[in-house]
C-alpha cells in the first residue's frame, strides 16, 4: 500500500437512532486478496443518506456512509490485474452477499439476505479512502467528468428499475415525476428508450426543470392554475418519493399502462391499489442495482446516451457535510457530492 496513512477521517453514522451523523476517525485498510484501495473522487449525497441520518433506513453504526462513489484505484491486493492500477472507477455498492443462494445464481445480489453495502454495514465512500473487492469496479467513460462519476452508481439504480423487462417502448408517452437526480436519470434513460418524455416538478424545482429542458426533455410545472400535463401516459415513472406524487401518477397513467416506482419514500403511504384493478395497471420498480443493470448504466455512458455533469450542483470538501446535507433536504441543485481531497 503506498497511500502512507492509517486512518482517516470519515462522515459517518456513529450511533442508532435519528440523527448521530458526524465525522469520526476510521481505520485505511490495506486491500486483501481480490481487493483494490480506491483514493475517492467524489461521493454523491443521496436520499438514502437522509433516510439514514433520520433512522428510516437500516445500518450498523459506527459507520462510515457514502455509497455513489467515484475514485481512482491506488494499490491492489493479492491476485488482482496490474491494469486496474490507476484507473478511474465507478463502485457497485455490494461488499459481500453469498453468491450462492437463488436470487444471487439468477443475478440478483441486491436481494441477497447476505448483502452488507458500502456507506449502510461496511463503511462507504464519505472518506478519502475505501477498500473494496476487484469485482466491484467499472471503468468509467472518458467522457465522464470527474465528479459526475459518482452519478454511475443511481444510474445503475435507474436501469435496474426500467429494462428487464423493459418499461419502456418506442413512441410511448412518459411521465416522470420528480426532477431530481434520480428523476433527471429516468427521464434520460426512458428517453433513450425511445420515449416521449414529460418531467413534471413543483414551482421550487423550477431550476431543475431547466436543467431537464436543456437535456432535450419536456416539462411540466405543477401549480394551481395548471396542476398537471396533460394525459395519459403510457408509463408513469414515480421519482420524488411522496405521496402526492404516486397519487398524481396514478391518475395520470393510461388503462393497461405502466406504473414504475423508482423514489423511495421512507415510511408507509397511502396507495389506491383498486386503481392498479381498474386500470389493469403492470406496477414494477427496482431495489438498487445488479450487475447486469450497472453493464447498462455503462452503455448509456459510453454512447452519449446520459449525460451525467449538468446534473453536479457542487463539489463540497468534507469539512462542510452540514451545508451540503442541508442544500439537499431544502431541494437546491440536483446532486451534490463530497470530494474528501478538497481543502487539503
Not at 482517516?8 to 450511533?15: I, M, P
Request: glycine share 12%; with cysteine; charged share 20%.
Amino acid at each position: 500500500m503506498t497511500v502512507g496513512a492509517t486512518t482517516q477521517t470519515g462522515l459517518g453514522k456513529l450511533a442508532p437512532g435519528v440523527g448521530n451523523i458526524g465525522l469520526h476517525e476510521r481505520e485505511v485498510r490495506a486491500p486483501g486478496v481480490g481487493e483494490v484501495l480506491v483514493e475517492v473522487i467524489a461521493t454523491g449525497i443521496c436520499g438514502t443518506d437522509l433516510h439514514i441520518e433520520d433512522d428510516e433506513f437500516p445500518s450498523t453504526p459506527p459507520v462510515t456512509m457514502g455509497h455513489e462513489v467515484t475514485g481512482e484505484v491506488v494499490a491492489l491486493g493479492d491476485d488482482v490485474a496490474a491494469i486496474w492500477l490507476g484507473a478511474r472507477v465507478a463502485l457497485e455498492t455490494y461488499f459481500h452477499y453469498c453468491g450462492v443462494c437463488r436470487h444471487c445464481e439468477a443475478g440478483y445480489p441486491n436481494l441477497c439476505t447476505e448483502r452488507r453495502s458500502i456507506g449502510s454495514k461496511v463503511d462507504g465512500g464519505f472518506a478519502r479512502w475505501i477498500t473494496i473487492p476487484v469485482r466491484n469496479l467499472h471503468q468509467l467513460p472518458e467522457g465522464v467528468g470527474r465528479h459526475a462519476g459518482a452519478l454511475a452508481e443511481p444510474l445503475a439504480c435507474v436501469a435496474e428499475c426500467l429494462y428487464d423487462p423493459a418499461a419502456v417502448r418506442a413512441d410511448d408517452r412518459v411521465l416522470v415525476t420528480g426532477p431530481g437526480t434520480m428523476g433527471l436519470l429516468t427521464a434520460q434513460v426512458a428517453a433513450a428508450a425511445g420515449g416521449s418524455v414529460t418531467v413534471a416538478g413543483l414551482p421550487r424545482d423550477r431550476d431543475r426543470l431547466v436543467i431537464a429542458a436543456s437535456l432535450g426533455l419536456a416539462t411540466h410545472e405543477l401549480t394551481e392554475d395548471d396542476p398537471e400535463p396533460a394525459g395519459p401516459f403510457d408509463v408513469v415513472c414515480e421519482c420524488s418519493g411522496a405521496a402526492p406524487a404516486a397519487a398524481l401518477a396514478l391518475d395520470l397513467v393510461a388503462k393497461r399502462g405502466r406504473y414504475v416506482q423508482v423514489g423511495i419514500f421512507g415510511r408507509p403511504i397511502e396507495f389506491d391499489l383498486d386503481t392498479v384493478l381498474y386500470k389493469e395497471l403492470v406496477v414494477t420498480s427496482g431495489n438498487a442495482s445488479t450487475p447486469s443493470s450497472w453493464q447498462r448504466a455503462m452503455e448509456l455512458l459510453e454512447d452519449g446516451s446520459v449525460r451525467l455533469d449538468p446534473l453536479v450542483a457542487e463539489a463540497v470538501p468534507l469539512a462542510e457535510w452540514e451545508r451540503a446535507f442541508l442544500a439537499v433536504r431544502s431541494g437546491e441543485g440536483v446532486k451534490y457530492v463530497i470530494d474528501p481531497r478538497s481543502g487539503d
